[in-house]
């Protein structure tokens, strides 16, 4: 797991280890992947064009793409919704989504385990749970369905 890194100036160092400066596009993207917690690109965007109004939908695609190739952000697959981005430094975990509200939820990725196991003697794959997102019903919207 990559070390936490939270200020400008520990993701400049981070960057220029791998060859790379520190943009302005790059702080303010990862300063809003940090914020945000779980983030589309689309709403990293709106949280970064007050701070910087030129900046565009494909520079925030390109700068979590960067970001990612370093091992500081990643992302999850939330059924048919977009990507969502986090930093790495968080705990390993995947999501429940709820099919009623959207809600989601983070689960420590442990909770997998032995399905990932049994994913992998069967497919040969070593599985990444952290990608995925597992849909269902949260208390509230399943409650409401048996009414």
Do not use: W
């Not at 790379?20 to 709106?46: D, S, W």
């Not at 939908?57 to 969502?84: C, F, I, K, N």
């Not at 399905?115 to 040969?124: H, I, K, P, Q, W």
């Amino acid at each position: 797991m990559t070390e936490s890194i939270k200020s400008p100036q520990e993701l400049q160092a981070q960057l220029r280890r791998r060859g790379l400066r520190l943009t302005a596009q790059r702080e303010v993207v990862f300063a809003a992947v940090n914020e945000l917690r779980h983030a589309t690109p689309e709403q990293i965007l709106n949280a970064v064009a007050e701070e910087m109004p030129g900046i565009t939908l494909s520079t925030v695609y390109r700068v979590l793409d960067v970001l990612e190739q370093l091992g500081l952000v990643t992302h999850a697959h939330m059924g048919h919704a977009p990507m969502t981005y986090h930093a790495v430094d968080e705990h390993r975990h995947m999501h429940v989504v709820c099919e009623g509200c959207g809600a989601i939820e983070s689960v420590d990725a442990a909770t997998a385990e032995e399905f990932a196991r049994t994913l992998s003697d069967v497919t040969g794959y070593d599985v990444d749970v952290t990608h995925m997102a597992i849909a269902g019903r949260c208390r509230s919207c399943a409650s409401r369905s048996k009414a």
